[in-house]
């Protein structure tokens, strides 16, 4: 306990789900939490998002781990929200050493919208990218920093009816490895993780509109999914939360540009 004692992390998407995971963890060892999310619907997104109560529960639940945070509703997509949103968390709780791009949505297939492209472009690969960016001047003028983005597998193994998720996700990798060059000689480390089969209620709606798609009952698809793993199971959140903890710890400070798969052996690559 205490590895992350005395740092601050920024964590985008941070209401529920994974991201409320990587908060909590993160608190767990000590660090101080500036949580943001859009807490709004997406006109392209079918399912339900984030709202403002399930960020107020990620405060609650941070707070309850000892730690302070600060959280704002802003949208990865809106350039001065999420810097205004970081500004205000750094006036509170100082500045960041540890930055958690987390935020994404998923819809579309090969027939997506113009709309459906643009918004799964903005919030995963660009959002990704602004978070980032906001970022880095503080992480410059500390000893050290780590960004860690949220990629998924999906950008490298296929999967139908996510065309516009999958280019995203894949392109997250490209930015990681860049970033990772371009910030190396100011001591900052820049790693992806690649979850897949993240079983939570995200995962169901995925599934769910998958089995739809390809005339398949959800839990056939699952059955399907799961057993191309090498365990025969999905991950968990906190997999993927605890593997976050270790790249943002002095554990991993001669690691960079990296992307590490959390898939249960799914993807190996």
């Given at each position: 306990m205490g590895k992350l004692e005395g740092q601050v992390a920024?964590?985008?998407?941070?209401?529920r789900g994974q991201g409320r995971s990587h908060a909590v963890r993160l608190a767990r060892e000590g660090a101080d939490i500036i949580a943001v999310d859009i807490c709004a619907q997406i006109s392209s997104v079918s399912y339900p998002m984030s709202t403002p109560a399930d960020l107020a529960q990620t405060v609650k639940e941070v707070e309850s781990?000892?730690?302070?945070?600060?959280?704002?509703?802003?949208?990865?997509?809106?350039?001065?929200g999420l810097r205004s949103a970081l500004?205000?968390?750094?006036?509170?709780?100082?500045?960041?050493?540890?930055?958690?791009?987390?935020?994404?949505?998923?819809?579309?297939?090969?027939?997506?919208?113009?709309?459906?492209?643009?918004?799964?472009?903005?919030?995963?690969?660009?959002?990704?990218?602004?978070?980032?960016r906001a970022a880095i001047p503080y992480l410059r003028a500390a000893?050290?920093?780590?960004?860690?983005?949220?990629?998924?597998?999906?950008?490298?193994?296929?999967?139908?009816?996510?065309?516009?998720?999958?280019?995203?996700?894949?392109?997250?990798v490209g930015l990681t490895r860049t970033l990772a060059h371009e910030l190396g000689p100011d001591n900052i480390s820049v790693n992806t993780i690649s979850p897949?089969?993240?079983?939570?209620?995200?995962?169901?709606?995925?599934?769910?509109?998958?089995a739809a798609a390809r005339g398949r009952t959800p839990a056939e698809l699952r059955d399907e999914l799961t057993a191309g793993t090498a365990f025969g199971r999905?991950?968990?959140?906190?997999?993927?939360a605890r593997l976050t903890l270790m790249l943002c710890s002095s554990a991993a400070d001669d690691l960079t540009?990296?992307?590490?798969?959390?898939t249960a052996g799914a993807v190996m690559y």
């Open positions: 920024f964590i985008t998407g941070a209401a781990e000892g730690r302070r945070i600060v959280a704002r509703q802003a949208d990865v997509r809106d350039v001065e500004e205000e968390g750094i006036a509170e709780l100082g500045v960041p050493q540890i930055v958690l791009a987390n935020a994404g949505i998923g819809v579309g297939g090969p027939n997506s919208s113009d709309q459906d492209w643009h918004d799964v472009i903005a919030v995963n690969l660009t959002g990704v990218f602004l978070a980032c000893p050290h920093g780590k960004i860690v983005n949220i990629g998924s597998a999906t950008g490298k193994r296929p999967l139908p009816n996510r065309t516009p998720y999958a280019a995203a996700k894949l392109g997250v897949f089969l993240v079983d939570n209620a995200r995962l169901a709606t995925v599934i769910s509109t998958m999905p991950v968990t959140e906190d997999d993927v540009g990296q992307d590490l798969n959390v």
